[in-house]
């Protein structure tokens, strides 16, 4: 799958996933009265990921009707495996449903309401919730990222003052230097002295 973008062109390649041949038709012609030119329908739910990797589109629209759980239960795999904005249609649902669906990643879960006029506004609600969510979670990636980069700079400090007997500042003084003499981070240079430590004990 090519990498996450924001979206909102009317270029998007929309991919309809829905066995019915009438409500796939009706999913189709609403969006391509609102617009939109790139849709694809897939039938089969066999080799359905593999199908959704060959065709890369940005948005997907899942249309179950009357779905069981475990059918429920694959749709939301993709969901979650996918990362791109999802709505999904049922004819009938329940609350434990809805969290499962806003859990795995669903923008729009739609019950009861397939109908062509809403098509358009569905899929703007899928798209500007999924790029809330990707915001949210590329803010959160970059905050694990920051905290792991200083509890690794942490930990060469405290192998230098141990080793060598340093203070915590002369230990990041160490390791800001060896840094800046190769041309590389304070926290490459401390997962270069935690690896070196951990092959020396």
């Not at 004819?91 to 449903?97: E, K, Q």
């Not at 990636?141 to 500042?169: F, N, P, T």
């Amino acid at each position: 799958m090519s990498e996450e973008k924001p979206l909102s062109e009317l270029s998007l390649r929309i991919l309809i996933v829905d066995q019915n041949v009438m409500r796939a038709s009706v999913l189709e012609d609403g969006l391509r009265e609102a617009g939109y030119t790139k849709v694809t329908v897939v039938r089969d739910m066999q080799n359905l990921m593999r199908r959704i990797l060959e065709i890369d589109p940005d948005v997907i629209f899942i249309d179950l009707e009357n779905p069981n759980r475990d059918v429920l239960e694959q749709m939301f795999q993709v969901s979650r495996s996918v990362r791109r904005p999802i709505a999904m249609f049922v004819d009938r649902s329940d609350t434990d449903m809805i969290i499962a669906a806003v859990d795995a990643g669903v923008g729009a879960y739609v019950v009861d309401g397939l109908r062509k006029e809403r098509v358009k506004s569905i899929l703007d609600m899928a798209v500007i919730r999924y790029n809330a969510f990707s915001k949210l979670r590329d803010e959160l990636d970059k905050a694990r990222a920051a905290l792991d980069e200083r509890k690794l700079v942490e930990r060469a400090k405290g192998i230098l003052m141990k080793e060598r007997g340093l203070s915590e500042e002369a230990a990041y003084s160490v390791l800001r230097k060896a840094a800046m003499n190769e041309n590389r981070r304070v926290v490459d240079v401390a997962q270069s002295v935690v690896t070196a430590a951990r092959l020396l004990k």
